[in-house]
């Protein structure tokens, strides 16, 4: 059964940064880019990061180019989002999946809330 669990969010003040964590389980990880979402409440969900399956190639959305740093560890299952210079409009449920999410499934997600 393909999962997803997330792991590392919480609260930070704007300026800080936060690192979180995604295990994936089910399939064949090193064979998927993948990506990081983020969805707020009443907005859809959209691709914060992404990566080809070599970590060869990676790709931002515009709001957070320079600030977010996405990388993989295939021998661990692992993706992982380091993120630097928070701001507000950060604040959000953190979700990975493959790119695009064809699998199915989601997991919980990483709560991350960006507040003074």
């Known amino acids: 059964q393909v999962q997803f669990v997330e792991s590392g969010g919480g609260w930070v003040q704007p300026g800080r940064e936060l690192k979180i964590s995604c295990i994936a389980s089910?399939?064949?990880?090193?064979?998927?880019?993948m990506a990081w979402y983020r969805q707020v409440p009443g907005k859809e969900r959209e691709m914060v990061a992404f990566?080809?399956?070599?970590?060869?190639?990676?790709h931002y959305r515009d709001a957070v180019a320079g600030r977010f740093f996405i990388s993989r560890d295939n021998s661990k299952n692992t993706l992982y989002l380091q993120m630097i210079e928070l701001e507000v409009e950060d604040t959000a449920v953190y979700y990975c999946?493959?790119?695009?999410?064809?699998?199915?499934?989601w997991g919980q997600g990483a709560h991350v809330t960006v507040s003074s």
């Open positions: 999946n493959t790119w695009t999410p064809t699998l199915g499934y």
């Open positions: 990566i080809d399956p070599t970590a060869a190639r990676t």
């Open positions: 089910g399939f064949v990880f090193s064979d998927y880019s």
